[in-house]
């Protein structure tokens, strides 16, 4: 099946529907966080409605993204790809329409499960449709075309506020998706002949609820729910010990370099999914920026990831992860630390640009590397089980941060409201995320190391990536497999 070409019209197709269909969950990552004090002025959200409003997509996604690969490796690549995006599509107009914030928070976790079913099977997609020796080529392009995507989100939604109000931030994903469903026909059905035909829906089940009952007990912080969440994560693991094909293999942990990359992952994206969150809202309602031009903050990160990103990923081959990871990390806790002098007087370029810039410099030396360490950590036939629980790791990670920030900062239930109020509590949340890349990078000096497989075989390191919520989907998207 692995027969198409780049040098073709229908490989070309193939890869501009893919590129496209992911663009629109990558997107909808961060796009929304700058619509969100429009948001609050018109629906009267408040703190924990702008919360849910982020993390009720990524909790969808984050629980459900396992469970849409293996879906698409039994039941056709293409046929799940499509229907996760026509999902996200009506999910996505449900968003643009709702008349309070309970329905948009609704609609966003419908959007969430669409996001889960399609991403996955985009790579799948490449990885099974294209011959081997443009494979690499067509998985490249891909990467840096969605990792453009989840930085551009700010800035294309601060064009869309600028001429248009918050719902046509999710309102442009209709011919979008229209554009992608249209390309799909050109897109090969693929599948796994061998895929099990069993889905641990138990696990499912206890992955969403323990997730959702964690999340909703920190954004209402109520000890209750928080304590429910982790027993129905704690039932999850046991579950997944005990099934006979899980969700979740646990023996993947049983590599060191895997576990210890996790590890770095879940604190190098909570500080992500943090700053995201706050410093959008922060340059609109403290600073006074517009929405267009606090959409620029991020420009930085997209520009150094993709010119340093390839320089990375030749030198964690030459000298490994280790140090890569653990001074890109620190390099990034001191962007995030600058960024503390953000407030009424904010110099743009002085006080978010540069610190953006630092922060951009030092992502580009984490990423590359932590690909290549939790792909090469597990045999090539677990690779997407690797960078299906990689992802759902840094998805988890930054959902859980968004909940728990706002706590930590002791803002009140309108906090976001008020510039008084929202100014300190950001300077807290700041350091709090500069803590968590610090955090990352002594865990990468002290438990990340070359997975063995590398050190042996010289296997090159994939320089691909895909986005900074959450990391490469894969450079290989294979069968989940017990």
């Known amino acids: 099946m692995s027969t198409l070409s780049l040098g073709e019209a229908r490989g070309r197709w193939v890869l501009a529907a893919t590129i496209a269909g992911s663009g629109l969950a990558i997107l909808d990552s961060t796009i929304v966080n700058i619509a969100l004090p429009s948001i609050d002025d018109d629906l009267d959200a408040g703190t924990a409605g702008l919360t849910w409003t982020v993390n009720a997509y990524t909790l969808t996604l984050a629980s459900l993204i396992l469970l849409g690969g293996s879906l698409g490796d039994r039941l056709g690549r293409r046929k ?3 229907i996760g995006v026509v999902w996200f599509a009506a999910a996505s107009l449900v968003c643009g ?8 928070v609704a609609a966003r976790a419908l959007q969430g499960i669409g996001g889960a079913l399609l991403t996955p099977g985009s790579l799948a997609i490449l ?3 294209f011959r081997p020796e443009d494979r690499a080529k067509a998985i490249g392009a891909w990467s840096g075309s969605t990792g453009v995507a989840a930085v551009a989100g700010p800035l294309l939604g601060g064009w869309v506020l600028s001429v248009a109000d918050w719902r046509w931030v999710f309102l442009i994903n209709l ?4 554009v992608v469903v249209v390309l799909a026909r050109h897109v090969p059905e693929t599948r796994d002949e061998s895929a099990s035909t ?16 964690l999340t909703y007990g920190l954004t209402e912080r109520s000890p209750a729910y928080v304590v429910a969440g982790l027993i129905g994560l704690a039932a999850f693991v046991v579950n997944e010990a005990r099934a006979h094909e899980p969700m979740l293999p646990l023996d993947v942990f049983r590599s060191r370099a895997f576990s210890a990359t996790n590890l770095a992952t879940f604190a190098v994206y909570a500080a992500i999914g943090g700053l995201i969150f706050w ?3 922060t340059l609109q309602v403290v600073a006074g920026i517009e929405p267009l031009v606090s959409g620029l903050a991020l420009l930085p990160l997209t520009v150094f990831m993709l010119l340093l990103s390839p320089l990375a990923g030749t030198v964690s081959h030459r000298i490994g992860p280790t140090v890569p990871m653990t001074v890109g990390s620190l390099v990034a806790a001191v962007g995030v630390a600058m960024l503390v002098r953000v407030d009424s007087d904010t110099n743009f370029i002085v006080d978010v640009l540069l610190p953006t810039s ?3 410099i030092g992502m580009a030396a984490i990423v590359t590397p932590l690909t290549a360490t939790v792909l090469a950590a597990v045999p090539d036939s677990r690779a997407g089980v690797a960078s299906g629980v990689n992802n759902a790791v840094a998805r988890t990670a930054g959902l859980l941060a968004v909940a728990l920030l706002p706590v930590v900062t002791g803002m009140s239930a309108n906090g976001f409201d008020d510039p008084a109020e929202l100014e300190p509590a950001y300077r807290t949340a700041m350091w709090v995320c500069a803590g968590l890349l610090a955090l990352g990078g002594l865990l990468a000096a002290a438990f990340v190391r070359r997975p063995a497989d590398l050190e042996e075989h010289h296997v090159d390191c994939p320089k691909v990536h895909c986005d900074v919520c959450g990391p490469p989907t894969a450079t290989v998207m294979e069968t989940q497999q017990a």
């Open 80 to 82: 799940v790809f499509v």
């Open 97 to 104: 329409l709702a008349p309070n914030v309970e329905l948009l």
């Open 127 to 129: 990885q099974a449709s």
């Open 175 to 178: 011919p979008v998706a229209v």
């Open 198 to 213: 069993h889905t641990d829906f138990v696990g499912v089940a206890l992955a969403v609820a323990g997730l959702g009952l």
């Open 279 to 281: 410093l959008v809202v």
């Open 358 to 360: 630092v922060f951009g």
